[in-house]
């Protein structure tokens, strides 16, 4: 986490270029978990795989739009 590390009182979204596997995000959740603060969902700009989640996955491409 860099900058403002959020409380248990913050809402948080992860955001990340491209999702494959999760892990990227998989490894902010974990970071974020300590803070106490609320995962509301991940953003992504291209979805390549179907990485299953623990919070809701959001995206504005996928893979075959691009093709």
């Known amino acids: 986490i860099d900058g403002y590390i959020p409380s ?34 991940a953003c992504v700009v291209v979805k390549r795989g179907d990485a299953q989640l623990e919070i809701p996955i959001k995206h504005l491409l996928t893979v075959e739009d691009l093709l």
């Open 8 to 41: 248990a009182q913050d809402g948080v979204v992860v955001v990340d270029d491209v999702l494959t596997t999760g892990s990227s995000v998989i490894q902010t959740i974990e970071a974020l978990k300590p803070t106490g603060a609320k995962i509301l969902q």
